[in-house]
C-alpha cells in the first residue's frame, strides 16, 4: 500500500485502535501478574486476523500470520507494567479520552499493545510480502526481559529482523548500549584525626574520582540526530555515580567504595575501558597505599548492528516515518527489548517516541493519540519497506 492508502487504513481503524487500547490499559499486569492482559491481547490477536496466536511458557503472547514473501520480521510490544503504574491502575478504572490525549494509569506502555494489534490488521488484509510476520507482546521489559530472552530462546530461527515497539513516532534506534557497572572497594586501618597525615581512603577515592573525570571518554555528547550520513561512530560513556565513605566524624573510614558506570555500544570498547577502569584503580591503591577491590556491578553485553545506520532496515524505518509527515531522530544506541535480540544474533532497530506522552508512572498518565497514531502508520509502512 501507498502512504497515502495507509493513512486512510489507519483513519479507518481508530476507533477500534483506540477502544481496544483502553480496555487493554484497564487491565494492570505487573510482575507476575500479567494473565488477565495477556488473555485480552491474545482475544483481540485472534480477532485481528492471525494465522495462529498462543501465550507461550513464560506468559508472552505470540501472534503470527503466514505470508507470501521471503523475509521473516518481528514486531515487539512491551505488555507488562511496573509495579508503581500498575498500582495507580488498580487504585482507579480512569481512562478517558480527552482531546488528542488519552488520559490514565498505563496508557503509555499500552500504546505499543494497541499499535502491535493495529499492525496485525494491516497485515491480514495487505499482500503478505513477508515469509512470517511475528508480533510478540512480551513480558519483562521492565523487569530484565525476560519474555523477549524466552521467545528467541524458542524461535530466534523464526524470527528475522526485529522491531521493539515503543509507542509514538520519530525516534529510530540501533546497537545495544552495554553496562559495566565497576564497584571500586579501597580499605584501610581508620585512625583518629589527631594523628594527622591523609584520610588514606577519603584520599585514594578523591584520586581515583579526579583521574577518572580526567579521561571523559571523547565520544560522550548531546543525542545525535539528523540525517543519516551525520551518525558515526559507538556511543561511549564513563562516569561515577555512587561514593560512600566513613561513619565517625573523627576518624578516617576504614573502608570506601566508587561505583563507576560504564556503557558503551561497541564491545572492544567496552571491554578495553572496563579493563582501563580497574587497572586505574589498582593503580591509585598503590601509590596510596590501601588495599582495593574491585567487583562486578550491572553487566549487559554490548552490540553493533552491522552496517549502522546505513542498514536497510533503519533506512526502511526512516523512510517510513518521513513518509508518514514526522521528523526523523536517529540515534545510534538503545537499552529495551532489542538488546537480547543482537544477543541471539538478530538484527533489529527500536521504534519509539520519547515526547509521546507526560505523567509516565502516575496517576494522570497521558498519551498523544495523534502521535501514536502516526506511529502507527509509519510502522505499517515500514513492514511494507521492510519486506518489499
Not at 565497576?182 to 584501610?188: M, S, T
Request: charged share 25%.
Amino acid at each position: 500500500m501507498s502512504i497515502e492508502e495507509i493513512r486512510r487504513f489507519v483513519q479507518n481503524d481508530r476507533p477500534l485502535f483506540v477502544e481496544q487500547w483502553q480496555r487493554i490499559a484497564l487491565a494492570p499486569a505487573p510482575a507476575g501478574a500479567e494473565a488477565e492482559r495477556a488473555g485480552l491481547i491474545a482475544g483481540f490477536a485472534g480477532d485481528a486476523g492471525a494465522d495462529h496466536v498462543e501465550i507461550d511458557r513464560v506468559g508472552n503472547v505470540i501472534a503470527t500470520i503466514d505470508g507470501n514473501g521471503d523475509r521473516d520480521i518481528t514486531f515487539l510490544a512491551t505488555m507488562d507494567d511496573l509495579d508503581s503504574v500498575a498500582a495507580h491502575r488498580r487504585a482507579t478504572d480512569h481512562i478517558e479520552l480527552v482531546g488528542e490525549r488519552l488520559v490514565g494509569p498505563c496508557s503509555q506502555t499500552t500504546s505499543s499493545d494497541a499499535t502491535g494489534l493495529g499492525l496485525i490488521r494491516f497485515a491480514a488484509q495487505s499482500e503478505r510480502r513477508f515469509r512470517r510476520l511475528t508480533v510478540a507482546f512480551v513480558l519483562g521489559e521492565e523487569t530484565g526481559l525476560t519474555g523477549v530472552r524466552a521467545l528467541c530462546e524458542d524461535r530466534a530461527d523464526r524470527l528475522g529482523w526485529v522491531i521493539d515497539l515503543m509507542g509514538g513516532v520519530g525516534t529510530i534506534s540501533w546497537n545495544a548500549i552495554g553496562f559495566d557497572g565497576i564497584n571500586v572497594e579501597f580499605r584501610a586501618e581508620p585512625k583518629h584525626s589527631l594523628y594527622g597525615g591523609v584520610s588514606e581512603v577519603s584520599d585514594a577515592i578523591a584520586r581515583f574520582v579526579a583521574a577518572v573525570h580526567a579521561d571523559v571518554p571523547p565520544s560522550v555528547g548531546p543525542e545525535p540526530s539528523g540525517p543519516l550520513e551525520q551518525i558515526t561512530g559507538p556511543v561511549t560513556i564513563r562516569r561515577i555515580n555512587r561514593i560512600s565513605a566513613g561513619e565517625v566524624f573523627n576518624h578516617s573510614p576504614q573502608v570506601g567504595t566508587v561505583g563507576v558506570d560504564v556503557r558503551s555500544t561497541d564491545p572492544a570498547i567496552l571491554r578495553e575501558l572496563g579493563r582501563a577502569t580497574r587497572a586505574l584503580a589498582e593503580s591509585v591503591a598503590a601509590k596510596t597505599g590501601v588495599a582495593v577491590t574491585c567487583r562486578d556491578g550491572v553487566q549487559q553485553p554490548a552490540a553493533l548492528l552491522p552496517g549502522g545506520a546505513d542498514h536497510p532496515l533503519v533506512q526502511a524505518a526512516a523512510q517510513a516515518v518521513r513518509e508518514a509527515g514526522a521528523e526523523v531522530v536517529l540515534r545510534p544506541w538503545s537499552s529495551s527489548n532489542i538488546n537480547v535480540a543482537y544477543e541471539f544474533g538478530l538484527e533489529g532497530i527500536v521504534h519509539d517516541d520519547p515526547g509521546r506522552g507526560c505523567g509516565r508512572g502516575t496517576a494522570d498518565e497521558w498519551v498523544d493519540v495523534a502521535a501514536v497514531l502516526t506511529g502507527f502508520a509509519a510502522d505499517c509502512r515500514m513492514l511494507e519497506l521492510g519486506t518489499a
